[in-house]
């Protein structure tokens, strides 16, 4: 799915909002996900998953062309770990009290 179905979706799910409102509802939740992240904040959305930052430590990697070692910077990079009832629901199972 890409961002212009899910907008789509919720139009369709909830008929009082238009196309824009729900564009900007959609734009607004991925910034404020991106901008905790840029934070080193977590984001859990229950029943979803949690979205954080892992790190990376500076290495000595190697150009597969060239076998040359070459330096690779330390650096950040978002993680995302699906929560419990997705990877149910992913897996055909239904957790025991949900519906």
């Known amino acids: 799915m890409v961002r212009s179905e899910l907008i789509a979706k919720l139009v369709e799910a909830f008929p009082h909002l ?3 409102v729900a564009e900007i509802i959609v734009a607004t939740i991925f910034d404020e996900i991106a901008a905790a992240l840029s934070r080193n904040d977590r984001v859990e ?3 979803f998953g949690t979205f954080s930052v892992r790190h990376r430590d500076a290495r ?3 150009n597969p062309r060239t076998q040359a070692s070459v330096s690779v910077a330390a650096k950040r ?3 995302f770990r699906t929560g419990v009832l997705m990877t149910a629901r992913l897996n055909g199972c ?3 009290g949900t519906s």
């Open 94 to 96: 239904a957790k025991k």
């Open 60 to 62: 000595m990697g190697r």
């Open 18 to 20: 238009t196309p824009r």
């Open 77 to 79: 990079f978002p993680y």
């Open 45 to 47: 959305l229950r029943g």
